[in-house]
């Protein structure tokens, strides 16, 4: 772990420091089909393997308690104290409102997205529009962000990371877990997220794309793609930064978003704004009207006095910057006190290091890091021994689900936690 804390808010591309991660501290906890659950020095780790399906269902059955609460927490109680305005209107049921969003939306979506999320709900014995509903959430938020290497760094080196910064009181951090994927027919990748979640906010994939948001205005224009399946799709398709950006330039798109994509294979990073009208490309060393304080090899986004100071500090330090000094960029007061998680990646190796918000809403800037080696944990395998849950249905029928026959009475699956 690296003890040096990472503030809030704030999307960056850097590199990190750390001990490698170790196999010692390693337990398969269940397994189901062939996914399976692992314990990594203290995190959660899920691992996902097959179709669409397949996938959801092995995360369902493997964080049944974790979505169901999740799921819960966030509508029964949190989304009460939210006030979603749509059409000038206060509305005052944002499940109702985010469902609506949802079905609007799910032309546009890939239909392998909605059979994973099939597979969520039957693997957790839930309605499968619940699921749903929680999975468009991440569409009312928003966070900052910036990119570091070639002469703003010691060797060139590529730095790059993701400060989340969503509000520790919705308590997705209890339901922390880093999913590593290997879908059917796509590209194996990486997801930092949430029990139920099969979007995207953070992530790596296995052809060293990293990928992370920020988010602006805009609420309300919602003909488009949601951008936690924009970046899944990113993690799932590109080959090379291009795909990446040609990804949010393609499809329609929703609200005021904007990214960081790094290229581990290039030490490239770009900055996009990907909003419902408009799409701009920043590379390195560039600015523009938003981002008017350009930096020889960096990608700097952020807000008002926290923007202004990240360029401050990026100058100051200009070419000597290593993955314990690009820690101190995120520092007060470019961080933010709702850091929801941290995440550095350095995407040309792999490795990466995690740190979330304590259950009672300390922000992660001030949490310890978990490190990780992606293609390590690509190569890890489910201990025998352990429990096994009942695996997926490898082709189901929606008349024939799982939910369908809990509904019927069924017993669902036990619970792993």
Same mark, same amino acid.
Request: proline share 6%.
């Given at each position: 772990?690296?003890?040096?804390? +990472? *503030? ?7 590199? /990190? @420091?750390?001990? $490698?991660?170790?196999?010692? %501290? !390693? ?109 468009? +959430? *991440? ?7 910036? /990119? @570091?290497?070639? $002469?703003?760094?010691?060797? %060139? !080196? ?119 009208? /408009? ?139």
């Amino acid at each position: 772990m690296v003890r040096k804390a +990472i *503030p809030a808010a704030v999307l960056v591309l850097i590199v /990190a @420091i750390a001990s $490698s991660p170790s196999r010692a %501290g !390693t337990k398969t906890i269940a397994r189901c089909g062939a996914g399976f659950l692992e314990d990594v020095n203290g995190y959660r780790v899920l691992h996902v393997k097959g179709t669409p399906y397949e996938m959801g269902y092995q995360q369902g059955a493997l964080l049944k308690d974790d979505i169901r609460e999740n799921v819960r927490f966030l509508f029964e109680e949190k989304g009460k104290e939210m006030k979603v305005e749509l059409a000038g209107l206060k509305l005052l049921d944002p499940k109702r409102v985010i469902a609506g969003i949802a079905a609007r939306q799910k032309k546009l979506i890939p239909g392998r997205f909605f059979e994973e999320m099939r597979g969520v709900a039957d693997g957790a014995g839930m309605d499968v529009q619940d699921v749903i509903t929680a999975n468009f +959430i *991440p569409e009312m938020f928003h966070c900052s962000g910036f /990119a @570091i290497s070639g $002469s703003a760094t010691k060797g %060139g !080196t590529l730095y790059h990371g993701r400060i989340l910064d969503y509000g520790c009181d919705w308590r997705l951090q209890d339901h922390a877990v880093l999913t590593i994927a290997e879908p059917d027919g796509h590209i194996p990748f990486v997801n930092v997220t949430y029990a139920g979640f099969v979007g995207s906010v953070t992530g790596m994939n296995a052809k060293k794309i990293s990928i992370g948001e920020m988010g602006g205005k805009g609420l309300g224009h919602w003909d488009g793609v949601p951008m936690a399946f924009l970046m899944r799709m990113v993690l799932e398709e590109a080959n090379t930064l291009d795909e990446a950006i040609a990804v949010f330039r393609d499809h329609p798109r929703t609200c005021e978003y904007y990214f960081v994509v790094a290229d581990g294979k290039t030490g490239q990073g770009v900055g996009m704004e990907a909003s419902w009208d /408009a799409f701009h490309v920043v590379k390195m060393g560039e600015s523009n009207e938003k981002l008017p304080s350009a930096v020889k090899d960096a990608v700097l986004l952020s807000a008002g006095d926290r923007y202004k100071e990240l360029v401050r500090r990026v100058q100051a330090g200009h070419g000597t910057f290593d993955a314990e000094s690009a820690l101190h960029l995120m520092d007060r007061p470019v961080a933010m006190k709702s850091n929801l998680h941290s995440v550095l990646f350095e995407t040309t190796s792999g490795r990466m290091w995690v740190a979330n918000a304590t259950k009672e809403g300390r922000p992660a800037a001030e949490q310890p890091y978990h490190a990780f080696i992606f293609p390590e944990l690509l190569k890890h395998q489910a201990d025998s021994s352990a429990p096994a849950l009942p695996a997926p249905p490898s082709s189901t029928p929606p008349q024939a689900s799982p939910r369908r026959a809990a509904q019927a009475g069924a017993t669902p699956a036990s619970t792993v936690r």
